[in-house]
């Protein structure tokens, strides 16, 4: 079987049946309120809504979590952009636009700009990674210790390229990163590394805890060093479709993350975070 007669079979088999559509809708529906929580994030979401699955079929699975994971993953950036805190690490650069388009009132093109960005894109994506899946995967079985410590050198550089202000401090963070993702347990000997006899540091420092402590932290400290009496924000969401101005503002930008997206998606590794940093 082709890949357009797997691609036809598939929509066949998703479309055949009224309740794949509706699993696949509750799916989504769930992931998107589940991604709100900050922390979770779409493996998380997974996790924890898998028994959902254990009575339907094979197909009504795969397509439940599937939607699970594309809601979790726009959720997340809900709460970058109402109250700058990352819903899960990919969401961690919507913080920066995102947020500061709320405090201007327009909280609500934010969120759907985000959606129909994320929408655009995984279509496109998903299009493009089904014509190119079978050279790829011929591709990432020749993958091995070289052309992976490449991969993580010019992840690395290029953070710090695209990082604001200093090269240098940059790369010390870069470091910093590294020295971080040193705690756990040893890949090839199993044995802990730099946990101090802590059972919890034996996974490692997640990097969506890290994420929401940067973000969220201090951002309740900088609130917290204000001694000036301040009103509550307050504003009201709606308008969540873009104008014509938002728009002609984001078509380029759209159409760079989808770009930018697919081209990092297809190395292993943690791509959403570096395909939004990149973008």
Same mark, same amino acid.
């Given at each position: 079987?082709?890949?357009?007669?797997?691609?036809?079979?598939?929509?066949k088999?998703?479309?055949?049946?009224?309740?794949?559509?509706?699993?696949?809708?509750?799916?989504?529906?769930?992931?998107?309120?589940?991604?709100?929580?900050p922390?979770?994030?779409?493996?998380?979401?997974?996790?924890?809504?898998?028994p959902?699955?254990?009575?339907?079929?094979?197909?009504?699975?795969?397509?439940?979590?599937a939607?699970?994971?594309?809601?979790?993953?726009?959720?997340?950036?809900?709460?970058?952009?109402?109250?700058?805190?990352?819903?899960?690490?990919?969401?961690?650069?919507t913080?920066?636009?995102?947020?500061?388009?709320?405090?201007?009132?327009?909280?609500?093109?934010?969120?759907?700009?985000?959606?129909i960005?994320?929408?655009?894109?995984?279509?496109?994506a998903?299009?493009?990674?089904?014509?190119?899946?079978?050279?790829?995967?011929?591709?990432?079985?020749?993958?091995?210790?070289p052309?992976?410590?490449?991969?993580?050198?010019?992840?690395?550089?290029?953070?710090?390229?695209?990082?604001?202000?200093?090269?240098?401090?940059?790369?010390?963070?870069?470091?910093?990163? /590294?020295?971080?993702?040193? @705690? $756990?347990?040893?890949?090839?000997?199993?044995s802990?590394?730099? &946990? !101090?006899?802590? %059972?919890?540091?034996?996974?490692?420092?997640?990097?969506?805890?890290?994420?929401?402590?940067?973000?969220?932290?201090?951002?309740?400290?900088?609130?917290l060093?204000e001694?000036?009496k301040?009103? /509550?924000?307050?504003?009201? @969401? $709606?308008?969540?479709?873009?104008?014509?101005e938002?728009?002609? &503002? !984001?078509?380029? %930008?759209i159409?760079?993350?989808?770009?930018?997206?697919?081209l990092?998606?297809?190395?292993?590794?943690?791509?959403?975070?570096?395909s939004?940093?990149?973008?």
């Amino acid at each position: 079987m082709g890949i357009f007669e797997g691609l036809l079979f598939g929509f066949k088999s998703i479309l055949g049946d009224p309740y794949n559509l509706f699993f696949c809708f509750a799916g989504v529906l769930i992931g998107t309120l589940v991604g709100v929580l900050p922390g979770l994030g779409p493996v998380g979401a997974m996790g924890i809504l898998i028994p959902f699955t254990f009575h339907t079929t094979p197909l009504q699975s795969i397509v439940m979590l599937a939607g699970i994971y594309y809601g979790a993953m726009y959720g997340g950036s809900t709460t970058s952009i109402l109250v700058r805190i990352p819903g899960e690490a990919a969401s961690v650069i919507t913080c920066i636009d995102g947020y500061e388009m709320a405090l201007q009132g327009r909280a609500g093109p934010a969120l759907g700009i985000a959606a129909i960005g994320s929408f655009i894109a995984g279509t496109i994506a998903i299009l493009a990674i089904t014509l190119v899946s079978v050279p790829l995967a011929s591709a990432a079985l020749r993958f091995g210790p070289p052309e992976y410590f490449t991969l993580v050198c010019a992840g690395l550089f290029t953070f710090a390229y695209v990082g604001q202000g200093s090269t240098h401090k940059a790369l010390m963070m870069c470091l910093a990163g /590294i020295i971080l993702a040193y @705690i $756990g347990l040893d890949p090839v000997y199993g044995s802990p590394r730099f &946990a !101090s006899g802590i %059972p919890e540091l034996y996974d490692g420092i997640g990097i969506v805890p890290v994420a929401m402590g940067l973000f969220g932290i201090s951002e309740v400290m900088l609130n917290l060093e204000e001694t000036l009496k301040r009103d /509550i924000f307050k504003t009201h @969401i $709606g308008g969540l479709l873009p104008d014509k101005e938002d728009w002609k &503002a !984001s078509a380029k %930008p759209i159409a760079r993350g989808t770009f930018i997206g697919f081209l990092v998606g297809l190395f292993p590794g943690p791509v959403g975070t570096t395909s939004s940093f990149m973008g």
